[in-house]
């Protein structure tokens, strides 16, 4: 069974904050997404990643990098945290040949 | 650019079907998907169809794809209380693993 696991369901940070979240899979998948869910506007793509140590920008990167050390580990970073980033973070992995992207159970970001 | 729309809300009794409205504008898309987030989870997937494909049933579930029109559509029959949920649609990019999800629907079933 996929397992893609969050390591925060729920976050609360304060503005300027350096903020972690983490996320790892369990199938030895090579793509790793992160996406923010916001009400009326759907899932966002902030970064995805194809391989160890390789990133690209997806349409929302701004006030966001990541890291991929590891090929099951992929973690967002939020340099200086910000009130318009409360949102809820969703990773997801997939293989270049599978047809599913696997989400976690997301990790509610509250910024105050 | 790519973009996904959807309605944002459905409300249906329980018993009756359901459809849920998805258009999208990238005609290469090589699969379109249907996506369920129950409250407080991630997103699940549903069923997905070929972008070669016309319909495709799986239980209570039938997905119509018009690719001259560019509308994919959910049916569920027999709408039930669990399904409610908030419903995605997507498109696959060509020569990427990336997906464009729409705003999503937000189904709720009442008694």
């Known amino acids: 069974d996929v397992k893609v696991t969050q390591s925060s369901r729920y976050l609360v940070k304060r503005t300027g904050e350096k903020v972690f979240l983490e996320c790892v899979q369990d199938?030895?998948?090579?793509?790793m997404f992160w996406y923010r869910q916001d009400p009326g506007l759907g899932l966002r793509l902030i970064y995805f990643s194809y391989d160890v140590k390789m990133k690209e920008k997806g349409d929302i990167p701004e006030g966001y990098s990541v890291s991929r050390e590891k090929k099951e580990r992929f973690s967002l970073i939020l340099e200086s945290a910000s009130t318009n980033q409360t949102s809820m973070y969703l990773c997801a992995s997939s293989s270049p040949e599978g047809v599913e992207q696997y989400f976690g159970p997301g990790t509610r970001l509250t910024v105050t | 650019g790519e973009d996904v729309e959807q309605s944002l809300f459905l409300s249906v009794r329980e018993g009756d079907s359901s459809v849920i409205n998805c258009t999208y504008t990238?005609?290469?898309?090589?699969?379109l998907y249907w996506y369920k987030q129950e409250p407080g989870a991630g997103l699940q997937l549903l069923t997905y169809i070929f972008s070669n494909m016309d319909m495709k049933q799986d239980q209570r579930l039938t997905v119509l794809l018009n690719k001259k029109d560019k509308h994919l559509s959910l049916r569920i029959a027999d709408t039930q209380t669990g399904d409610s949920a908030i419903y995605f649609c997507?498109?696959?990019?060509?020569?990427?693993?990336?997906?464009?999800f729409g705003t999503g629907t937000r189904l709720q079933v009442f008694p």
């Open positions: 997507a498109e696959s990019m060509r020569n990427t693993d990336k997906l464009i």
């Open positions: 199938m030895d998948h090579e793509n």
């Open positions: 990238d005609s290469s898309s090589t699969y």
